[in-house]
């Protein structure tokens, strides 16, 4: 048990599912996992663990935004060995060509979030994917005719900001969507040498304020968790 996590050592596999919402963590393990059961109620964070394709993988809730997705992490990570981490999850476009219910990986994770400035003080860390699963998501979409953009992400530390326009800032630098988690979750796999990747499905745009519907979110959710479990073998 860590301080977070009730599960008993060994409930959890070392490869794990992170959605934000820990509803999204039930309806993954119902809908894509066998045998699937709950190792993890402390605070409604929901955890469970089944098999996909004969393989032990658990799916964990992390809460929004990157301290409520680092206290899980950590204790997946230093608590419970967890070894590969994929975040599933949606973000704001900030680009005209990235459209609602596209799939974007994030090679890298720029942020407005203080982890790294107090780390790295007066100099710039890059949190980055997981070349391995990063080239196992992207060639599996390409076999399976998924089409996915990818590049670098905005993890933001408010989703309410002042300014709307501020987004046009990291738009023209390339950056191509905004969500909450994926530099620190970057971060704390590069600190304890493990294995992560986050692959975000676009739920509303920046550009055009346009946003999806409950149904349409269901249906790309269903394509990029299939992307990340089998990105895992
Ligand atoms: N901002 C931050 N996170 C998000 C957004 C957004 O607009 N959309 C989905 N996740």
Same mark, same amino acid.
Request: proline share 3%.
């Given at each position: 048990?860590?301080?977070?996590?009730?599960?008993?050592?060994?409930?959890?596999?070392?490869?794990?599912?992170?959605?934000?919402?820990?509803?999204?963590?039930?309806?993954?393990?119902?809908?894509?996992?066998?045998?699937?059961?709950?190792?993890?109620?402390?605070?409604?964070?929901?955890?469970?663990?089944?098999?996909?394709?004969?393989?032990?993988?658990?799916?964990?809730?992390?809460?929004?935004?990157?301290?409520?997705?680092?206290?899980?992490?950590?204790?997946?990570?230093?608590?419970?060995?967890?070894?590969?981490?994929?975040?599933?999850?949606?973000?704001?476009?900030?680009?005209?060509?990235?459209?609602?219910?596209?799939?974007?990986?994030a090679?890298?994770a720029?942020?407005?979030?203080?982890?790294?400035?107090?780390?790295?003080?007066?100099?710039?860390?890059?949190p *980055?994917?997981?070349?391995? %699963?990063?080239? =196992?998501?992207?060639?599996? &979409?390409?076999?399976?005719?998924?089409?996915? $953009? @990818?590049?670098?992400?905005?993890s933001?530390?408010?989703?309410?900001?002042?300014?709307?326009?501020?987004?046009?800032?990291?738009?023209?630098?390339?950056?191509?969507?905004?969500?909450?988690?994926a530099a620190?979750?970057?971060?704390?796999?590069?600190?304890?040498?493990?294995?992560?990747?986050?692959?975000? *499905?676009?739920?509303?745009? %920046?550009?055009? =304020?346009?946003?999806?519907? &409950?149904?349409?979110?269901?249906?790309?959710? $269903? @394509?990029?968790?299939?992307?990340?479990?089998?990105?895992?073998?």
């Amino acid at each position: 048990m860590s301080i977070h996590i009730e599960a008993k050592k060994g409930e959890i596999a070392e490869s794990v599912l992170l959605p934000g919402d820990p509803m999204r963590a039930k309806w993954i393990a119902e809908t894509f996992l066998k045998d699937s059961f709950c190792y993890n109620d402390v605070r409604g964070m929901l955890g469970y663990t089944g098999t996909f394709n004969g393989k032990p993988v658990s799916v964990q809730g992390t809460g929004m935004g990157i301290p409520s997705a680092l206290i899980y992490c950590h204790e997946l990570i230093n608590n419970y060995g967890v070894k590969n981490l994929i975040r599933v999850g949606t973000a704001g476009s900030y680009q005209p060509d990235v459209k609602l219910r596209d799939i974007v990986i994030a090679m890298a994770a720029s942020s407005t979030s203080g982890i790294n400035n107090t780390r790295f003080i007066n100099a710039d860390y890059s949190p *980055t994917a997981d070349f391995e %699963l990063f080239m =196992k998501a992207a060639q599996y &979409a390409q076999k399976h005719n998924i089409p996915i $953009k @990818a590049g670098n992400v905005l993890s933001a530390d408010e989703f309410y900001g002042d300014d709307p326009e501020s987004y046009k800032k990291w738009a023209k630098f390339g950056v191509l969507c905004v969500e909450m988690e994926a530099a620190g979750l970057y971060t704390i796999a590069a600190k304890f040498n493990v294995k992560a990747l986050a692959i975000l *499905t676009i739920s509303d745009s %920046l550009v055009t =304020k346009k946003e999806t519907s &409950a149904d349409e979110r269901e249906s790309t959710f $269903k @394509a990029m968790i299939d992307i990340a479990l089998n990105s895992l073998s």
